[in-house]
């Protein structure tokens, strides 16, 4: 591989590129295999960490090359197989069980005491307590459905017990956990002054995702990208050379597949399954949930996926080149001179933002964001 990141002379159309050269194939037949293996086993548990969570990383490598035609036609090939049984351990703030049920009697125990008002009537809830009958239905089957109940610091004193109090392993790695690479290469010589080789290359990584939210909470992503070449090199003497290439690249992701056995929630049963009305009113069948997010408790927030990748269901970007260029040299000076064609495609299906709602708590109904969320009163929602 070359990169070249500034000041590329006038064959490059951009500031930064990088070229990837394959090998090529020869009249005697070669292979190769080889094996990394990465393991936990000999490492350490992280300070927070209550357990050690398993690292096995294994990427197996095999190529071989040689001749198809001696002298004349040759063959290279590679796969590269990367398979990831990883964990990683996530700590995140949850409700108690006592506020699950509407009770927020410990917010008055700590050294800043928090009183909760009744933001119809403005008073204060006695004892910090919800009224069974005032909390939300739908809010309840969210609770229900995505936040879990705390497992950790259950025997601490208010305000501890709401740090942290939440741990669990995600059984993925934070990226790939399995990926497949071929390349495959042919060499021909059509002449001692014409040489062509053709050349293709895939790449198949598969992804479940979280990003340190809840284990309800889980996003996948299915990649197809794909890349070839063909390049024509013809020598009319022994100082003009000419190279024509004609390739291209093709990258296709997926988002909300089933992968490993799991199924990510989509946004249009989460909505049914909540009874939230007003939302997705075309019924669009993707990978989502009613977003909901807090200000002091309840994780990072109720997503699928996070914001970066928010509301796509899959996007294709592809592109084509056609490029020719002479090379010729005279004396002392190498003159290099062409032109380049390239097209570019892409295509993406992007939800509109808040198509299955979006919510947010800041306490500004009662003085605590959770106890808004279960009233169901929401500074901002879909408009």
Do not use: C
């Amino acid at each position: 591989m070359k990169v070249n990141a500034v000041n590329n002379s006038a064959e490059y159309a951009r500031v930064g590129i990088f070229d990837t050269i394959t090998k090529h194939g020869a009249n005697q037949y070669h292979a190769e295999a080889s094996y990394y293996d990465r393991n936990s086993a000999v490492g350490a548990r992280g300070f927070f960490e209550p357990q050690k969570p398993i690292v096995i990383y294994n990427t197996i490598n095999l190529s071989g090359s040689g001749p198809i035609r001696r002298n004349r036609t040759f063959f290279y090939g590679l796969w590269n197989g990367e398979r990831v049984h990883e964990q990683s351990f996530f700590n995140v703030n949850v409700p108690t069980d006592k506020m699950r049920g509407g009770d927020f009697s410990d917010l008055l125990a700590g050294p800043n005491p928090i009183q909760l008002y009744n933001p119809y009537t403005g008073q204060p809830f006695q004892g910090n307590m919800i009224p069974q009958g005032m909390l939300n239905t739908m809010a309840l089957k969210v609770q229900d459905l995505y936040v879990p109940h705390a497992n950790q610091n259950l025997n601490l004193a208010p305000p501890d017990n709401l740090i942290n109090n939440f741990g669990w392993l995600f059984p993925y790695p934070e990226d790939q956990y399995r990926a497949d690479v071929l390349v495959a290469r042919i060499d021909h010589k059509i002449s001692d002054n014409n040489l062509i080789y053709g050349r293709y290359s895939g790449y198949w990584p598969r992804y479940v995702l979280n990003d340190g939210n809840f284990p309800t909470l889980n996003w996948t992503k299915l990649r197809q990208s794909h890349s070839w070449a063909i390049v024509d090199t013809h020598t009319f003497t022994p100082n003009v050379v000419n190279s024509f290439t004609f390739g291209a690249n093709r990258d296709r992701s997926v988002y909300g597949v089933k992968l490993n056995g799991y199924q990510p929630p989509t946004g249009d049963q989460a909505v049914s399954a909540i009874g939230l009305q007003g939302v997705n009113p075309s019924n669009l069948a993707a990978q989502g949930v009613p977003d909901m997010y807090f200000n002091d408790i309840a994780g990072p927030g109720i997503e699928v996926p996070p914001g970066g990748v928010k509301g796509k269901a899959a996007e294709l970007s592809e592109n084509w080149s056609f490029a020719d260029a002479v090379t010729w040299a005279k004396g002392r000076h190498v003159m290099k001179f062409g032109e380049e064609l390239r097209t570019l495609m892409y295509y993406t299906t992007d939800l509109p933002h808040g198509t299955y709602g979006d919510f947010s708590f800041d306490g500004s109904m009662t003085g605590y964001d959770y106890a808004d969320f279960l009233l169901g009163l929401p500074i901002t929602a879909p408009g």
